[in-house]
Nanobody, 114 residues
Framework: QVQFVESGGGLVQPGGSLRLSCAAS????????VGWYRQAPGKQRELVAA???????NYAESVRGRFTISRDNVKNTVYLQMNSLKPEDTAFYYC????????WGQGTQVAVSV
């Protein structure tokens, strides 16, 4: 019954910003690392950012310096602040454990376009 609900996506111009939220149920923050993943058209799903229970973070090279992952243990929520967005960031964004062990949700769509 553990579930992730992603929100915050939308359409933004290149160079713009979005903040994604991932609301997690159950004991998700007490078991392992949480990650944001994305899948663009014609591409494999990829891990873009991850955060451990202790707050240690890792980023894909393509987003390092532009994206910031964070967590709020009181709200059981993980965030992804995305700045300086590029067209190649266009994708559906999902959250899950890292490595992923739960079913994928619907995700939230991010589109970066003029």
């Amino acid at each position: 019954q553990v579930q992730f609900v992603e929100s915050g996506g939308g359409l933004v111009q290149p160079g713009g910003s979005l903040r994604l939220s991932c609301a997690a149920s159950g004991i998700i923050f007490s078991i392992g690392t949480v990650g944001w993943y994305r899948q663009a058209p014609g591409k494999q799903r990829e891990l873009v950012a991850a955060i451990t229970r202790g707050g240690s973070t890792n980023y894909a090279e393509s987003v390092r310096g532009r994206f910031t992952i964070s967590r709020d243990n009181v709200k059981n929520t993980v965030y992804l602040q995305m700045n300086s967005l590029k067209p190649e960031d266009t994708a559906f964004y999902y959250c899950n454990l890292e490595p992923p062990v739960f079913n994928w949700g619907q995700g939230t769509q991010v589109a970066v376009s003029v």
